[in-house]
């Protein structure tokens, strides 16, 4: 574990505030290590967000594959904590200078906050003689780097944002997977007609609510919007963007959407259970659902089909445009000499072929050369070729933009759902985060 004093100058205030309550041991499960962030001389200590299954077992089976062959001497410990803390954690460990000798985290905006902080060491001598070089999709490579170095090993999950819907209960009512979005409507006014609530969601966390507004942005405006708005050549305030948030009060009013919505928890299961319960015909979440579905009940799994979002009629937009990660996680390391040099042998392990066919058996797709050979589950198989076909992928806004920026649009999108705030209201929000993040940067 390496130690500074740094400044975080991106994270907003409103974050290490909300941080300072859960503290670095807070929030979740601990190792060995109790949480702390500081390894003995040979422990390397890796704090994650595998809590819950399939993603703690992969995590532990690479993890165990490295302490029980490897000929360094370390050791590494597993500090697992859950996705909505686990950034706030991160924040206030480096805030005080310390940091996990590993740690998984997202590509984009943060990621790269953490690299300009010093907590992020590049790799590129280890890479490029290590057998992960040439088994890695490029694009994967290419999202863990950062000003012409690799910083980080992707791991896990090739994840799209997609729908998943009830195949029994769509037979029941005639129902077919959408081409249009009003084919999407008609499906859940068909469905709310029922007695059924047409998406299964939970906004506590607000990233989940977030889904709706990139799938819609992108169908509605396509890429270039946000790309501009990033770089300080057009504003959140664009057409698409309102758009999207007015489409999302329209579906509230409509009642597509359960009760309480902003009440409900995504790492408490709540969403997944209004599918189970059957009380939901649809979810809009990542393709990292397939593995909890297939892991939860295989029996509930054989009833689920998945398309990826509808075109929207009129719109210029390419409808190929995908919503998503080509890895999902990337281990960014914090240690120098032999223990990075050991840390990364456990990276490699993420990618080791008797994990990455761990990953397949539980629904999974690692982000591997030639994966689509292994599939044999369908699911995973049209998220595959969706990826494939897609003509751009636009990274999670959570992810990608500067933290003050994604903590304004997640903030604000959580009020157009509860109807407390306008679209407009919402993005001048965020757009006015954006401009203090460049001014900042301008300084």
Not at 92 to 110: Q, R
Not at 288 to 305: L, P, Q, V
Not at 332 to 344: D, H, I, S, Y
Request: charged share 25%; aromatic share 10%; proline share 4%.
């Amino acid at each position: 574990m390496k130690k500074r004093t740094v400044k975080l100058t991106a994270l907003s205030m409103s974050v290490l505030m909300a941080a300072s309550l859960a503290a670095c041991g807070g929030g979740g499960d601990k190792g060995k290590s109790g949480g702390d962030a500081k390894g003995g001389d040979k422990e390397i200590v890796y704090w994650n967000i595998g809590t819950e299954s399939p993603d703690k077992d992969v995590i532990a089976k690479a993890v165990d594959k490295f302490n029980s062959e490897t000929e360094s001497g370390y050791t590494v410990t597993v500090v697992p904590t859950q996705n909505d803390t686990y950034k706030e954690k991160l924040v206030v460990a480096m805030s005080s200078g310390e940091c996990p000798d590993m740690y998984s985290c997202w590509s984009g905006g943060p990621m790269y906050e953490y690299i300009d902080s010093g907590f992020g060491q590049p790799i590129d001598d280890l890479f490029n003689n290590s057998e992960i070089k040439d088994k890695l999709m490029e694009s994967a490579v290419g999202q863990a780097t950062y000003n012409g170095k690799i910083y980080a090993v992707p791991y896990q999950n090739v994840s799209m944002s997609g729908i998943f819907y009830n195949k029994e209960m769509f037979d029941k009512y005639g129902l077919k997977e959408p081409e249009t979005l009003t084919d999407l409507e008609n499906i859940c006014d068909t469905l709310k007609e029922n007695g059924i609530t047409p998406f299964a969601l939970a906004n506590s966390s607000k990233w989940t609510g977030s889904m709706y507004f990139m799938n819609l942005a992108a169908r509605y405006g396509g890429l270039e919007p946000f790309q501009k708005a990033v770089a300080g050549e057009g504003k959140f305030t664009e057409e698409s963007f309102i758009k999207a948030g007015e489409k999302i009060q329209e579906w509230v009013k409509n009642g597509y959407f359960p009760d309480g919505v902003n009440s409900l928890s995504e790492d408490d299961g709540q969403a997944k259970q209004l599918m189970y319960q059957e009380t939901a015909g649809m979810l809009l979440c990542g393709s990292w659902y397939t593995g909890t579905f297939a892991t939860d009940s295989e029996e509930f799994y054989e009833k689920i089909g998945w398309f990826p979002f509808p075109a929207i009629e009129g719109s210029q937009a390419d409808p190929s445009i995908m919503i998503g990660t080509v890895g999902d996680q990337f281990i960014v390391f914090n240690c120098e000499g032999e223990k990075l040099e050991a840390a990364f042998e456990c990276a490699e392990a993420h990618l080791s072929d008797e994990v990455i066919d761990f990953e397949v058996e539980n629904g999974k797709i690692p982000p591997v050369v030639g994966i689509e050979d292994k599939l044999t589950d369908p699911i995973t198989k049209e998220v595959v070729e969706a990826a494939n076909n897609a003509s751009e992928i636009q990274l999670w806004y959570d992810q990608y933009l500067p933290p003050a920026v994604s903590t304004a649009h997640l903030d604000g999108l959580q009020e157009v759902f509860g109807l407390t705030m306008t679209p407009q209201e919402a993005q001048e929000s965020m757009q006015k985060a954006m401009d203090d993040y460049l001014a900042t940067k301008a300084e």
